[in-house]
């Protein structure tokens, strides 16, 4: 009879997962720092902050093969579309220096309630959108 091995299965300390803050949101320019498309620039189409994963445009394509199914009316054949990439494998790109920069947070006061902007580290411009 073969033996084998016996496989660890331990949870990580504490029995949960410590997870990164992401500090992207949707529609921000970053830049790939790492992996096949490293140096391509995008927009971010979606955010998982539960796996630390965003979904940048034009970066990570893969060829999805896909059945043709007439009751859905999805016609088949080969598609290709992104597939997320960690979220610490892309830096966001500053609208005021045009460079991949790390997020500083700054609380500004407006009145009596107080609110937390996104900041370059380089310039010290705002990385969040007027609304």
């Known amino acids: 009879m073969a033996r084998t091995a016996k496989v660890s299965r331990r949870k990580a300390p504490g029995g949960v997962k410590v997870r ?7 529609n921000d320019t970053v830049k790939v720092l790492a992996g096949r498309d490293k140096g391509k620039t995008g927009r971010v189409l ?13 970066v990570a394509m893969v060829k999805r093969h896909t059945r ?8 088949g054949g080969v598609a290709e579309r992104e597939s997320p990439i960690a979220a610490s494998n892309v830096l966001i790109v500053c609208p005021g220096c045009h460079k991949a920069v790390r997020v500083a947070h700054k609380v500004e006061t407006v009145g009596d309630k107080a609110r937390r902007t996104r ?3 380089k310039c010290g411009a705002s990385l969040d959108k007027k609304a």
């Open 20 to 26: 990164e803050r992401v500090d992207l949101k949707k």
């Open 46 to 58: 979606s955010v998982d902050r539960e796996k630390s994963k965003v979904l940048v445009e034009h």
């Open 68 to 75: 043709p199914n007439p009751s859905k009316q999805i016609k």
């Open 119 to 121: 900041v370059c580290r």
